[in-house]
C-alpha cells in the first residue's frame, strides 16, 4: 500500500497536490506540499466502508517500489467520477434495474475518491473502470464547434480552462434524499418541478464532482444513455468568479470528462448568454454535446448549464440539463423545466 503524503492532484491541476492517507484520496489539496505530514482535518482512522457504488470505481494505488519514494496512487477516473452518459442505476426492489454509465453515472463518492458525473447513467450512464478518464480540458477548447451565423459559439475562450479543484471539489452528497413524493427536487436555493415518471439519483449516486448536494430525476433513453435535469450548488470558493465564467467551466468539466461523455467528439453552442432566472442575475449555456463510441446509439445530448445568483454568499445554484439528440419530446420536457426553475 502506497504511504500517506501529497501527491500531484490527480485530477491533473497545474502546481496542485492533493494529500493521500494511505488508502483514499483526501479533499485537501495544496500548492505547497509539507511532505508527508498528515493535514489537520484528515482523519487518522481509516474512513467508514464506502456505499455500494455504480459506474467507475477508482484503482487501486499500486505498491511502492523497493527503492525511492512510493509511486503516487493511480487517480480515478475522469475528473473526478462519472457521468457520460454511462452508469448502471440500482436495481429496482425486486430485480430489475438498468445499466448505464450516464451522468448519473451515479458513481459513488468513495472515502472521499470525488467520481464525475461525465456520461451519466450509460456511457452517460454510471462509467466501469476507464484509464483514458483524465482528458484534459483543454480537448473541449480544441474541439468545440461554432454555430453559423453567430460569435464563437464553442463558449471555450482560450483563456477559461477548468482547475482540478473546480471540476472535483465539491461534495456532491446532498445531507438528505429528496422526497420522491415531493411536487418538487431543491437543491443549491433553486428548485424544478418533479416528474413522477423519472427515477430520481441520490446521495452517494450523484457523481457531479464539482457541485455540492446535487440531486437530479432521469429516464432511460437505452441502456447505456439517459436523459436528465437537476439542481445543485457551486461552492464559490473553488474558483468560480462570476456566472458566465462559471457556466463555462462546468460545461467543459462535463464534457472533458470520460465518465460523463465518453467519445466526445465536438460541442455546439446553441444559447451562450445572461439572462435571468426567478428575477435573479444567471449565465446560460446551452449546447448540442456529440459523442462517437460504439456502446451506444445517441449521438448526444442537448445539454444545459445554468449558473444562478442566489443571493448565497458562498455559493451559486446550478441547473443541469441533459437530453438526448433527435429525441424532441425529452428536449422539450427540459426545456418546460428551464420556464419553472425557481429560488429559494
Given at each position: 500500500m502506497t504511504n500517506a503524503g501529497w501527491y500531484p492532484d490527480p485530477a491533473g491541476a497545474p502546481d496542485t497536490y492533493r494529500y493521500w492517507d494511505g488508502q483514499a484520496w483526501s479533499q485537501m489539496t495544496t500548492t505547497q506540499p509539507s511532505g508527508g505530514a498528515r493535514p489537520?482535518?484528515?482523519?487518522?482512522?481509516?474512513?467508514?466502508?464506502?456505499?455500494?457504488?455504480?459506474?467507475?470505481?477508482?484503482?487501486?494505488?499500486?505498491?511502492?517500489?523497493?527503492?525511492?519514494?512510493p509511486a503516487p496512487p493511480a487517480p480515478p477516473p475522469g475528473y473526478g467520477g462519472g457521468y457520460?452518459?454511462?452508469w448502471s442505476p440500482a436495481p429496482a426492489p425486486g430485480g430489475g434495474g438498468g445499466n448505464k454509465t450516464v451522468v448519473i453515472v451515479i458513481a459513488a463518492v468513495v472515502a472521499l475518491v470525488l467520481l464525475g458525473v461525465g456520461g451519466f447513467f450509460g456511457i452517460r450512464a454510471l462509467t466501469g473502470d476507464d484509464d483514458n478518464g483524465d482528458r484534459k480540458a483543454d480537448d473541449d477548447s480544441s474541439q468545440s464547434e461554432k454555430s453559423e451565423g453567430s460569435e464563437p459559439t464553442d463558449g471555450s475562450s482560450s483563456t477559461v480552462k477548468p482547475t482540478g479543484i473546480q471540476c472535483t471539489g465539491g461534495s456532491p452528497e446532498p445531507?438528505?434524499?429528496?422526497?420522491?413524493?415531493?411536487?418538487?427536487?431543491?437543491?443549491?436555493?433553486l428548485s424544478i418541478p418533479r416528474n413522477p415518471a423519472y427515477e430520481l439519483a441520490t446521495g452517494d449516486q450523484v457523481s457531479f464532482g464539482f457541485a455540492n448536494a446535487f440531486v437530479l430525476q432521469y429516464t432511460n433513453v437505452e441502456e447505456k444513455w439517459i436523459s436528465l435535469t437537476g439542481v445543485g450548488a457551486l461552492p464559490r470558493d473553488n474558483g468560480f468568479d462570476d456566472l458566465a465564467t462559471a457556466a463555462e467551466v462546468v460545461m467543459q468539466c462535463l464534457t472533458g470528462s470520460e465518465n460523463v461523455y465518453s467519445g466526445f467528439t465536438g460541442r455546439t453552442d446553441k444559447v451562450?448568454?445572461?439572462?435571468?432566472?426567478?428575477?435573479?442575475?444567471?449565465?446560460?449555456?446551452?449546447?448540442e454535446v456529440r459523442v462517437d463510441t460504439p456502446e451506444v446509439q445517441a449521438e448526444g445530448d442537448l445539454t444545459d448549464v445554468i449558473v444562478v445568483d442566489t443571493g448565497d454568499p458562498a455559493t451559486y445554484g446550478i441547473y443541469i440539463g441533459m437530453a438526448a439528440l433527435g429525441h424532441d419530446d425529452l428536449i422539450s420536457t427540459n426545456e418546460g423545466v428551464i420556464d419553472q426553475i425557481k429560488v429559494g
Amino acid at each position: 500500500m502506497t504511504n500517506a503524503g501529497w501527491y500531484p492532484d490527480p485530477a491533473g491541476a497545474p502546481d496542485t497536490y492533493r494529500y493521500w492517507d494511505g488508502q483514499a484520496w483526501s479533499q485537501m489539496t495544496t500548492t505547497q506540499p509539507s511532505g508527508g505530514a498528515r493535514p489537520a482535518d484528515t482523519p487518522a482512522t481509516p474512513p467508514p466502508a464506502a456505499p455500494t457504488q455504480y459506474g467507475a470505481v477508482p484503482t487501486p494505488p499500486p505498491a511502492p517500489g523497493p527503492a525511492g519514494p512510493p509511486a503516487p496512487p493511480a487517480p480515478p477516473p475522469g475528473y473526478g467520477g462519472g457521468y457520460s452518459q454511462q452508469w448502471s442505476p440500482a436495481p429496482a426492489p425486486g430485480g430489475g434495474g438498468g445499466n448505464k454509465t450516464v451522468v448519473i453515472v451515479i458513481a459513488a463518492v468513495v472515502a472521499l475518491v470525488l467520481l464525475g458525473v461525465g456520461g451519466f447513467f450509460g456511457i452517460r450512464a454510471l462509467t466501469g473502470d476507464d484509464d483514458n478518464g483524465d482528458r484534459k480540458a483543454d480537448d473541449d477548447s480544441s474541439q468545440s464547434e461554432k454555430s453559423e451565423g453567430s460569435e464563437p459559439t464553442d463558449g471555450s475562450s482560450s483563456t477559461v480552462k477548468p482547475t482540478g479543484i473546480q471540476c472535483t471539489g465539491g461534495s456532491p452528497e446532498p445531507a438528505t434524499d429528496p422526497d420522491p413524493a415531493a411536487p418538487e427536487l431543491t437543491g443549491g436555493g433553486l428548485s424544478i418541478p418533479r416528474n413522477p415518471a423519472y427515477e430520481l439519483a441520490t446521495g452517494d449516486q450523484v457523481s457531479f464532482g464539482f457541485a455540492n448536494a446535487f440531486v437530479l430525476q432521469y429516464t432511460n433513453v437505452e441502456e447505456k444513455w439517459i436523459s436528465l435535469t437537476g439542481v445543485g450548488a457551486l461552492p464559490r470558493d473553488n474558483g468560480f468568479d462570476d456566472l458566465a465564467t462559471a457556466a463555462e467551466v462546468v460545461m467543459q468539466c462535463l464534457t472533458g470528462s470520460e465518465n460523463v461523455y465518453s467519445g466526445f467528439t465536438g460541442r455546439t453552442d446553441k444559447v451562450n448568454e445572461e439572462t435571468t432566472v426567478d428575477g435573479k442575475p444567471a449565465y446560460r449555456i446551452t449546447a448540442e454535446v456529440r459523442v462517437d463510441t460504439p456502446e451506444v446509439q445517441a449521438e448526444g445530448d442537448l445539454t444545459d448549464v445554468i449558473v444562478v445568483d442566489t443571493g448565497d454568499p458562498a455559493t451559486y445554484g446550478i441547473y443541469i440539463g441533459m437530453a438526448a439528440l433527435g429525441h424532441d419530446d425529452l428536449i422539450s420536457t427540459n426545456e418546460g423545466v428551464i420556464d419553472q426553475i425557481k429560488v429559494g
